[in-house]
């Protein structure tokens, strides 16, 4: 029982002190002050990875690859610590210290770092029922370098209201105040780098790209906002991988395979600087070279990378950088280490050694083969990446970050000559209202999200003949700008792969020139297509069209199918040589009818011109003449009076032909049956019956012609369907009723003066005219029946030439077989032109019907 007591005694007794789990975390680099702040960097870039059997207490942490970059970092927060103490106008009185931790660039071990910062390492002391709480030992922690382990950070010491200013730490994550809502920044997000990187590569044409990223939040939160934003700008990613530096070799063998077999020529990189180194070294032994780079603020400007280069894998490559900044006094205290040596022997000695590549004078063994260091060693002397001060901007993050948190303990304090040390502090809420101008004369503020103005310049490496690296400015981006204005190169000569002052080429296909469009490949990304000839008819006239548009009807594509061209309006004109062919025989039909009509008015007293009804003679060489005529309204571009005319000139003229020849036929059979005994037929068909006839015959037409230019008359029409590539302009019909009417009369008057005519064929007279009229009829009918297929099937200006071939055809039909045979005898044969001739034997009555 009494063994019980006693530890039920001592676990009392041990209540009433806090006391932290594990073993210390001693600073790095410390000192005491008024106001402490802490500090997280990576001192060393790796760790030895240890498998632990978890049948002990796990060993501490092996750092290994000691970085001179994480030193760099802590100088510059001295730098700036030290510039406040020695103000006498921000926090007067006031002196800070600091506490500076090495964390390996381990997400664990910056983990212990950050709690030990907020909970020191001594007990506390409190009443049994009184709580363990006590204030922060730090009223800020400046770092880290990446952006996984300020997550983490943040995410610990948030509820703490302890602030976390990065000076590198880039992830747009960590804009998310729900999340990380102590985390400030003084560098832009990455947010605005992946959309201006996404920007950049847009800009220089390549839209086939392969990317390379950290496996951590830095590479892999950057990489999806430069994905999302390449897609929107039509950019296609070939491959996407990522790595960490810790990973096996087969992991970083499946990546150089990838390269080896993609085609795209450019590789855009979210890596922080030790991942990019690891891969230059694995690129190195497998000569893989001649692609162009894009970088992120991690490694663009990073002389130790391009040092480390040594096969100019990296020549030529372009990112972003914050903009360059100077701050005087920096460089200068960053290359003193006193600091170091007063601060940590441990690790000044690392420090010593790494830099000289020697062995400390103190620690050196009977069996080293390098030199001995002293510690007074001139650090100027050394040309490595601790004396580089390419980062400067980076530094300045540092200093600004460390200035940010004494303005914000400024005003808590409500320092002016004194600072009332009485006050509680609490910089959480202050620091994100502060704005202030360094003596550089830059402002400081953060944003809702804890963010700094983005403003970046895009650097090139262009290398120079002595092998160095000289990272130049050759634009500027800057995200508070309209979207159209913010990216600017600037008229400087740029340097690419291999040392091509041409622009590489990275397309998955070659652009579509205009007259194509593209066609997606089956399973491939959308930048990878085909180019497809647009059809006929349609064009594209910009470069990778996805879509052929259509020419108004009125046009049509050129043979580039680039264009929409003016299609060529067709028709019968009188300067192509069918035209001019149709009219000459036109003119010539209507001056051989004037000469045959002169002929016939020459000789009208002679007994052939007086024994064929002369007056219908005439009238019959007038309708001719129109005819001939009336076939030139059908030449020449259609008009609506032209298409009006052509139609319904063209039926009036016919009927008033063929009723003079009906007229002629019914005259000479009239005549005939006037010889028989006891008949007076020819009293009711005299000359004016004929004359009446050949009115009422042409009237009836007249009425359908009116009839159909009242009701739908034929009008100009633009025919776009019969040829692809011309427009037929020709005259439609408009009622085809009317045209088919008029049409159909000229026919039936012609089948019945044929049928007359035929009747009258062999009636005995020495020159019948029946027998001509038959012929003629029969080759109009002829013409007229074999017009309609023809008409028909004729296609554009060609159906206007049947026509007009129809109409001089028959009316040449009419005029040689009714007109000719009486010229010839007149001019020719003139013996027989006389009375006697004309009654022949046994017919001494035939001439009186005459």
């Known amino acids: 029982f009494e063994p019980l007591l006693l530890v039920v005694s001592f676990s009392r007794a041990e209540e009433s002190v806090c006391r ?5 975390e001693i600073p790095q680099i410390s000192k005491d002050g008024d106001i402490i702040l802490g500090g997280v960097f990576s001192f060393h870039s790796s760790w030895k990875v240890i498998q632990d059997a978890y049948m002990h207490k796990p060993l501490p942490l092996q750092c290994t690859s000691f970085n001179f970059r994480g030193i760099q970092y802590a100088q510059a927060m001295l730098f700036a610590i030290q510039e406040i103490n020695n103000s006498t106008d921000l926090l007067p009185g006031i002196s800070l210290g600091y506490k500076i931790y090495d964390v390996c660039g381990s997400i664990a071990r910056a983990l212990k770092a950050a709690l030990a910062l907020a909970n020191g390492n001594e007990g506390l002391s409190a009443p049994s029922k009184a709580p363990c709480t006590r204030p922060a030992q730090v009223q800020a922690i400046m770092g880290e370098t990446s952006s996984s382990p300020c997550m983490a950070i943040s995410t610990v010491i948030g509820p703490f209201h302890i602030p976390l200013i990065s000076h590198f730490a880039t992830c747009a994550c960590l804009s998310d105040k729900t999340k990380y809502p102590s985390f400030l920044r003084t560098i832009p997000s990455d947010y605005y780098q992946s959309r201006a990187l996404a920007q950049l590569v847009k800009y ?16 892999n939160n950057g990489m999806a906002i430069f994905t999302e934003t390449a897609q929107q ?3 296609c990613l070939e491959y996407s991988v990522s790595f960490f530096r810790t990973d096996p070799p087969d992991k970083m063998q499946k990546i150089i395979d990838i390269i080896k077999v993609s085609t795209s020529k450019v590789i855009v990189t979210f890596l922080s600087h030790m991942d990019i180194d690891m891969l230059i070294h694995e690129l190195s032994l497998h000569n893989l070279t001649g692609y162009q780079w894009v970088g992120t603020e991690a490694w663009i400007f990073d002389s130790h990378t391009a040092a480390m280069d040594r096969h100019h894998i990296l020549d030529g490559a372009i990112g972003l950088f914050i903009p360059k900044a100077h701050v005087s006094g920096m460089r200068e205290f960053i290359l003193d280490v006193k600091p170091l040596s007063s601060s940590s022997n441990e690790l000044f000695t690392e420090f010593w050694e790494t830099l000289f590549s020697c062995e400390f004078k103190q620690s050196k063994s009977s069996s080293r083969n390098q030199t001995d260091c002293t510690g007074h060693e001139d650090v100027t002397e050394v040309q490595n990446s601790f004396t580089d001060m390419s980062l400067m901007p980076i530094f300045y993050n540092v200093y600004k970050g460390v200035y940010a948190v004494a303005h914000a303990l400024h005003n808590i304090l409500s320092c002016n000559k004194t600072c009332n040390n009485k006050v509680q502090l609490d910089p959480f809420m202050h620091i994100r209202k502060i704005r202030f101008t360094t003596k550089e004369g830059d402002e400081v503020y953060f944003n809702a999200n ?3 103005a983005a403003k970046y310049e895009i650097i090139n490496w262009q290398p120079t003949e002595n092998g160095i690296v000289d990272f130049v400015t050759v634009g500027l981006y800057d995200a508070s700008l309209p979207a159209d204005k913010q990216l600017n190169l600037l008229n400087t000569s740029l340097i690419w792969a291999q040392n091509s002052p041409k622009v590489p080429l990275s397309v998955c296909s070659e652009k579509c020139p205009p007259g194509t469009r593209k066609v997606l490949q089956k399973g491939k990304p959308v930048c990878c ?3 497809l000839r647009c059809a006929e008819g349609e064009i594209s006239n910009t470069t990778d069209s996805v879509t052929c548009v259509r020419c108004d009807p009125e046009f049509w594509s050129n043979e580039r199918r680039a264009a929409c061209v003016k299609k060529e309006a067709e028709f019968l004109s009188y300067k192509e040589i069918m035209g001019a062919l149709l009219t000459a025989a036109s003119l010539f039909g209507t001056c051989m009818t004037a000469v045959v009509a002169y002929v016939f008015f020459r000789f009208r007293q002679t007994p052939i011109v007086r024994a064929n009804n002369s007056e219908l003679s005439f009238l019959l060489l007038f309708s001719l003449t129109l005819c001939f005529l009336c076939s030139l309204t059908f030449i020449g571009r259609p008009s609506e009076w032209s298409c009006m005319l ?3 000139a063209f039926g009036i003229t016919f009927v008033l032909c063929i009723s003079c020849v009906l007229g002629k036929t019914i005259v000479v059979l009239m005549a005939f049956r006037a010889t028989l005994p006891g008949s007076d037929v020819m009293k009711w068909f005299g000359p004016a019956q004929q004359k009446l006839s050949v009115l009422g015959f042409t009237l009836i037409q007249v009425i359908i012609c009116i009839l159909w230019l009242t009701i739908s008359p034929p009008f100009p029409f633009k025919n776009f369907k019969e040829f692809k590539d011309k427009i037929i302009l020709e005259c439609a019909l408009g009622s085809a009723i009317g045209f088919w009417s008029v049409l159909g009369y000229i026919g039936l008057l012609a089948m019945l003066c044929f049928i007359l005519a035929f009747l009258a064929r062999k009636l005995p007279d020495n020159f019948n005219e029946a ?6 009829m029969l080759i109009f009918c002829a013409v007229w029946i074999t017009f309609i297929p023809a008409y028909v099937s004729s296609p554009g200006k060609f159906s206007v030439a049947v026509e007009i071939f129809a109409i001089l055809a028959s009316s040449f039909g009419l005029l040689i077989c009714i007109f000719v045979p009486k010229c010839y005898i007149i001019l020719l044969k003139p013996e027989k032109n006389t009375k006697k001739n004309m009654m022949g ?3 001494p009555k035939v001439a009186k019907a005459f």
């Open 233 to 235: 700008l039509g950019i």
């Open 20 to 24: 932290q789990r594990g073993d210390p």
């Open 529 to 531: 297509y085909d180019c």
């Open 450 to 452: 804890g963010d700094p």
């Open 204 to 219: 220089f044409g390549w839209t086939w790209v392969g990317a390379i990223r950290s496996n951590n939040d830095y590479g």
């Open 771 to 776: 027998k001509f009229i038959t012929f003629s």
């Open 646 to 648: 052509r139609h319904t």
């Open 841 to 843: 034997k046994g017919t």
